[in-house]
């Protein structure tokens, strides 16, 4: 999220550090509010137009940074993302992965998403989850 990217401009500047963007889509069609025909297909460019709107934005806050920066936008529609945050983390080699989280009230603020857990369990490299605005 925001307050991720945040925290890694923070860590990157002043360095020779670069920031790699990831933005994985992994909402499957049937998470669409409509089941009509051709929904699945606009529903699937519609993440992947999301995606390459907030990609967008965050490379322009990291060129403003003065900050090296690429990204990558991964589709795994109905599948898990920390597998494939993990995979692009080890193929770039990442030194640091940074992860907003979902601020949650209540009992679920006491339990990591799955994807962060995933993400800081299976990480060959430091992981920083910043924490989100309570919803």
């Known amino acids: 999220g925001e307050l991720g990217l945040r925290e890694a401009i923070g860590l990157a500047r002043g360095s020779d550090s670069r920031i790699r963007l990831l933005h994985v889509i992994d909402k499957a069609p049937g998470d669409a509010p409509s089941s009509t025909p051709g929904a699945a297909g606009e529903w699937t460019a519609q993440m992947r137009s999301n ?8 490379k322009t806050a990291v060129r403003a ?46 339990l990591l998403g799955s994807d962060a857990e995933y993400i800081v369990r299976h990480s060959a490299v430091p992981v920083l989850l910043v924490r989100g605005q309570p919803e």
């Not at 995606?51 to 965050?58: L, R």
């Open 51 to 58: 995606g390459e709107m907030v990609i967008h934005d965050a």
């Open 65 to 110: 940074a003065g900050i090296e920066v690429d990204d990558r936008l991964i589709e795994a529609i109905g599948e898990r993302v920390g597998p494939f945050v993990i995979s692009a983390a080890a193929d770039w080699p990442a030194q640091l992965i940074v992860c907003g989280t979902h601020g949650r009230r209540g009992l679920s603020r006491m």
